[in-house]
């Protein structure tokens, strides 16, 4: 699993994507958020 998310740090990477608003809180609520649907999702499988 991969957890694919762009701010808004790399002006020529927000113009590259089309990134127009902050997608998430902050980046370390993304990826405790992102570790916590993995976790779920995996649980799911075993």
């Given at each position: ?16 994507t ?14 405790a ?14």
């Open positions: 699993m991969v957890v694919e998310a762009f701010g808004l740090a790399l002006k020529k990477l927000v113009a590259a089309k990134i127009w608003r902050k997608m998430y809180q902050s980046e370390e609520q993304l990826a958020d992102a570790l916590a649907f993995m976790k779920r999702e995996v649980a799911k499988r075993w």
